[in-house]
């Protein structure tokens, strides 16, 4: 079992930075990825960025490449998402999930854990 508690969202405007953070405990080892995805109301949950736990090979969803940085802080046993200019279009809520295996993997059917999301809103 893995556990996964997100923090960090809010409401910041166009042009913005926000920081969000995803506490992972439990059964994590080097074989283990986490990655962040995003849902709004009536769309299924999109695939962000991905991290494998060893902090290798982070991959992300074109539109945020340049802008977001997935990361890994060992001391506090978290993975961040550093998310700078914001634009309304990434106004949703975010979820930090995991899985097993070293494949990349974009698909959150192939995800087997989820935190509980965060609301982040950029306002234009």
């Known amino acids: 079992q893995v556990q996964l508690v997100e923090s960090g969202g809010g409401l910041v405007q166009a042009g913005g930075s926000l920081r969000l953070s995803c506490v992972v405990s439990?059964?994590?080892?080097?074989?283990?990825?986490v990655g962040w995805f995003r849902q709004v109301p009536g769309k299924e949950r999109a695939f962000v960025a991905a991290l494998n736990w060893d902090g290798d090979a982070p991959y992300y969803k074109d539109s945020v490449k340049g802008r977001f940085t997935i990361s890994r802080d060992n001391a506090k046993n978290t993975m961040n998402l550093q998310m700078n200019s914001l634009g309304p279009e990434d106004t949703a809520v975010y979820y930090c999930?995991?899985?097993?295996?070293?494949?990349?993997?974009?698909?959150?059917?192939?995800?087997?854990?989820w935190g509980q999301g965060t609301q982040v809103t950029v306002s234009s």
């Open positions: 999930a995991a899985r097993f295996g070293w494949e990349r993997v974009t698909m959150s059917s192939r995800y087997n854990y």
């Open positions: 439990g059964r994590v080892s080097s074989a283990t990825a």
